[in-house]
T-cell receptor, first 112, second 111 residues
């Protein structure tokens, strides 16, 4: 399968713990995006990388959130000191142009 | 401020009928308008997209109609099938490469 992959698919954590998600984009896609989707809503943009450079961050991305794409390939999204409001589906997308963004299956985070 | 408004919230269509979902946007800087299909527990899948210099785009049973002056666009699904039952999101893109999504339409196709 050559699509966007995300790991883990599901994560249950206790409030206050740190979690890290991984995204592997489609091979040779230089653009990588993170979105968050809560139940019954459309995805909301979090951040965007072109190669290893993080070019845009949403105000939704508080200081507890950090994203990296160290070698311009896979990316990680870390949430520190998780809160119940962080419970959501975290989606990764990749693209080779500014237009067609292809999404992965998402990581479902539940904070108890 | 919701920049992309989508309606209806839910839609029930008989098999073989036409499903129509509408979206309206506010920001004229948007220059690319994709539609995504999402099944439960899955990520959104790109279905079809249009740019504002075109008034209509058709791919198989899926058609986007675009009205630049009214700042509206719609998705038409012809000959709707039970396998089309999913949530559909319209979206809009501008220069900063951030997709802004509508709130989604849950489509159910009944036999």
């Amino acid at each position: 399968d050559t699509g966007v992959s995300q790991d883990p698919r599901h994560k249950i954590t206790k409030r206050g713990q740190n979690v890290t998600f991984r995204c592997d984009p489609i091979s040779e896609h230089n653009r990588l995006y993170w979105y968050r989707q809560t139940l019954g809503q459309g995805p909301e943009f979090l951040t965007y990388f072109q190669n290893e450079a993080q070019l845009e961050k949403s105000r939704l991305l508080s200081d507890r959130f950090s994203a990296e794409r160290p070698k311009g390939s896979f990316s990680t999204l870390e949430i520190q000191r998780t809160e119940q409001g962080d419970s959501a589906m975290y989606l990764c997308a990749s693209s080779s142009t500014r237009y067609e963004q292809y999404f992965g299956p998402g990581t479902r985070l539940t904070v108890t | 401020q919701q920049q992309v408004k989508q309606s209806p919230q839910s839609l029930i269509v008989q098999k073989g009928g036409i499903s129509i979902i509408n979206c309206a946007y506010e920001n004229t800087a948007f220059d690319y308008f994709p539609w995504y299909q999402q099944f439960p527990g899955k990520g959104p899948a790109l279905l079809i997209a249009i740019r504002p210099d075109v008034s209509e785009k058709k791919e198989g049973r899926f058609t986007i109609s675009f009205n630049k002056s009214a700042k509206q666009f719609s998705l038409h699904i012809m000959d709707s099938q039970p396998g089309d039952s999913a949530t559909y999101f319209c979206a809009a893109l501008k220069g900063n490469e951030k997709l802004t999504f509508g709130t989604g339409t849950r489509l159910t196709i009944i036999p």
